[in-house]
């Protein structure tokens, strides 16, 4: 396993973790490791190289923020193995592919299950950094989704069964009086809950309740039963 050290360069500061991205490579072509962590830290980014799809696995790389440089071919589980294998365990890091050879249905098929792009080698220097920069900024812009919807299913757990149901029947668009009827209490009562779920929940507006309930996983919406 060729694996170089990664440059850690002066960037704006990331909004949601401490940890820089790095740009994984993967290619059993030791020459093409080389020539690409050349070109990426080049340009300031971090990056980290392995030999095979096992090596990567095996190392904490893909903890880390950041997007793959995937080779299609190589020796044991492929770079479409591995998107298959992400895909999986609902791992969506983006990932670039590399290919020596233009094949058209497996480009189709990489770029249909999500891939950022599909280049062919010898790969231009100026293709490659445009990719990675729309991968890393689909990365930032996954976490910041994942991380918000890790704070609002936090924020939900912290309301009452009747708060929940209540918060519920308003992101389906119901109002106070048939909420009301539904659940045979008082209008100021629904009122009451209604406001309670919104100040525990950080939203000002019907609005930001929708929008903030649509991170939320169907299981976690599900409120108590009545």
């Known amino acids: 396993m060729q694996q170089h ?14 940890e820089q991205p790095i740009v994984v490579v993967v290619d059993d ?22 030999a095979s799809t096992q090596d990567l696995l095996a190392s904490g790389a893909m903890d880390r923020p950041g997007c793959l440089i995937l ?5 044991g589980a492929s770079g479409l193995d591995l998107q298959h294998r992400l895909a999986a365990t609902g791992d969506a890091k983006p990932i670039i592919f590399l290919s020596g050879h233009g094949d058209i249905p497996m480009t189709v098929q990489a770029m249909k299950a999500g891939a950022v792009d599909f280049l062919t080698k010898p790969v231009r220097d100026q293709a490659l950094l445009d990719a990675i920069a729309t991968a890393l900024d689909r990365d930032r812009s996954q976490r910041a989704t994942a991380e918000g919807a890790r704070h609002n299913a936090d924020r939900l757990k912290l309301l009452t069964p009747r708060e929940h149901q209540v918060l519920a029947e308003v ?17 100021v009562t629904v009122k009451l809950h209604r406001s309670k779920a919104m100040r525990k929940m950080q939203l000002a507006t019907v609005g930001a309740l929708i929008r903030a309930w649509e991170t939320l996983p169907a299981h976690v919406r599900l409120p108590p039963s009545r």
């Not at 050290?5 to 401490?18: E, I, M």
């Not at 080779?71 to 020796?75: E, F, N």
């Not at 992101?171 to 209008?187: C, H, T, V, W």
């Open 5 to 18: 050290s990664l440059r850690h360069a002066p960037s704006s500061p990331d909004p949601v973790g401490a």
């Open 29 to 50: 072509d030791l020459t093409v490791r080389e020539g690409l962590s050349e070109l990426i830290l080049s340009v300031g980014l971090n990056v980290v190289a392995f």
């Open 71 to 75: 080779d299609v071919r190589m020796p």
């Open 171 to 187: 992101a389906r668009g119901r109002l106070n009086k048939q909420i009301a009827y539904d659940f045979g209490i008082s209008e």
